[in-house]
């Protein structure tokens, strides 16, 4: 299983954001769910041993979790404006209890520790200045972790490196989010694990 947490700073906690807007009112939504397309799709399938967990930190209402269960999920398409939807319906379910809102997509209200410990066991931080991760085994069923276009805030690295994360690098350019996974899913792909 791949899973890959991505810290969206600003991104709103209303149901109500409009879809019209995901890159400015909805604080860079259309960052979380290119991401979660990165992590979930290829040209034409589904990657069933991969999970999206997005954690939307912005107002009125932070921190919210929302996974995306590859091997769970319905329908799910590239559409950014149709995932959308699937978040906003997420968003209305603000209870700490995790529930299952749609197929593969649960929802809670998380904090990033609560969102690291619920999702382990091990932990790659992916960072630019990393070490190689052409050369770096990476361990299995890792949990990477990436931000959104701001970097992570310092309490929140010290919560990943805490919890023993490998720090990792893709390169010498700081790449969007969902380059950066898709980077990570072609050199484990290549790798066959
Ligand atoms: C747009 S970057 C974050 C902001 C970045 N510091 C900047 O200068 O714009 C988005 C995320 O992708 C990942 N990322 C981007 N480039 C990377 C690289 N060269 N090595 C490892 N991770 C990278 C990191 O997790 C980062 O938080």
């Known amino acids: 299983m791949r899973r ?3 810290v969206g700073h600003r991104a709103v906690t209303s149901p109500e954001f409009s879809l019209d807007d995901l890159a400015g009112a909805a604080g860079r939504m259309d960052i979380l769910l290119s991401a979660a397309n990165a992590a ?22 932070p921190p919210r979790l929302v996974r995306i269960l590859g091997h769970r999920v319905r329908s799910y ?21 995790e529930h299952e809102v749609a197929p593969g997509i649960l929802a809670s209200k ?11 066991p091990a932990f790659v931080y992916l960072r630019q200045g990393g070490k190689d991760i052409r050369t770096t085994a990476v361990p299995a069923d890792a949990t990477f972790v990436l931000s959104d276009n701001q970097d992570l805030a310092p309490e929140e690295e010290r919560a990943v490196l805490a919890r023993d994360a490998l720090v990792l690098g ?17 050199e484990l792909d290549r790798r066959g694990v």
């Open 170 to 186: 893709l390169g010498p350019h700081a790449v969007h989010t969902d380059q950066a996974i898709v980077l990570v899913q072609n």
């Open 77 to 97: 398409q590239p559409d950014l404006r149709s995932n959308a939807a699937l978040i906003r319906k997420a968003l209305e379910h603000g209870s700490r209890v």
């Open 4 to 6: 890959f947490l991505v």
């Open 110 to 120: 998380t904090t990033f520790p609560e969102a690291l410990d619920r999702l382990g």
């Open 40 to 61: 979930l799709l290829v040209a034409h399938d589904i990657r069933r041993d991969a999970e999206a967990d997005l954690l939307l930190l912005g107002p009125p209402d």
